[in-house]
């Protein structure tokens, strides 16, 4: 049962490290295995019928990863910009629902990220994934 504990210990002082440092957080992201982000894009970017501008980030990030660009915070802040700016052509590659949603999606005096602040809220799901696939090695 410690080596159980140990190993949770450690995920948690990783994903602490990760949350705390997003220079260390975008360089794990550029290190996950295609098949994850083929996953991830599937999830976020394939099988959705909702706009959701998180997820739509999400989606983003996975399809860059997938078309071998590195994701640096400056992407992401430029990805950001572009579903505030409902920049539809960028995103035709969505589903034709999510797309009609970002249109019609009523722009507020609140910014659409303000509660994802922190790009680990945002991004944890990329590590649970992987971590979902890849079963604990206790040793």
Known sequence: MEIQ??????KAKQYS????NPSKLYQAINDISESIVDDI?????????KFQPVN???AEV????RNGISITEKLVDDIKERIRKKDF????HL???VV???VNYEIGKRDMFANWQKSWAIFHTFFIEEQLRKPPSYT
């Open 5 to 10: 504990f140990t190993y949770i210990v450690n």
């Open 17 to 20: 490290e990760l949350s705390d």
């Open 41 to 49: 894009f599937n999830e976020y970017g394939v099988t959705v019928d």
């Open 56 to 58: 739509v980030l999400r």
């Open 62 to 65: 996975a399809r860059q990863l």
């Open 89 to 92: 052509k960028y995103f035709n």
């Open 95 to 97: 589903p034709e629902a």
């Open 100 to 102: 009609n949603e970002m």
